[in-house]
Nanobody
Framework: QVQLVESGGGLVQPGGSLRLSCAAS????????MSWYRQAPGKQRELVAS???????NYADSVKGRFTISRDNGKRTVYLQMNSLKPDDTAVYYC?????????WGQGTQVTVSS
């Protein structure tokens, strides 16, 4: 069974930074793409950023130039560095990965951007 543990969320002022982490554990032989999604109150869950096993990245237009996704395959961990945060970035952030042909979700971590 695969488990994802997220950390790094919290309250930050506009213009501030946060770094989210998501570590995978369990019976994983190989991890494919790793992604971060977010869901704000009353809105659908949306893709924020993704990274393939080879390191290719993709970002939502709303976060390009401000967020950076990265991964450490040895640690089975994906990161999301978030800079120049805005109130519109407030949401629950979820990590998602594909392993063994199946998708797995983290439990979510709250990010609140407010003065």
């Amino acid at each position: 069974q695969v488990q994802l543990v997220e950390s790094g969320g919290g309250l930050v002022q506009p213009g501030g930074s946060l770094r989210l982490s998501c570590a995978a554990s369990g019976s994983i032989f190989s991890i494919g793409a790793m992604s971060w999604y977010r869901q704000a109150p009353g809105k659908q869950r949306e893709l924020v950023a993704s990274i393939t096993s080879g390191g290719s990245t993709n970002y939502a237009d709303s976060v390009k130039g401000r967020f950076t996704i990265s991964r450490d395959n040895g640690k089975r961990t994906v990161y999301l560095q978030m800079n120049s945060l805005k109130p519109d970035d407030t949401a629950v952030y979820y990590c998602y990965l594909v392993a063994g042909g199946r998708g797995y979700w983290g439990q979510g971590t709250q990010v609140t951007v407010s003065s």
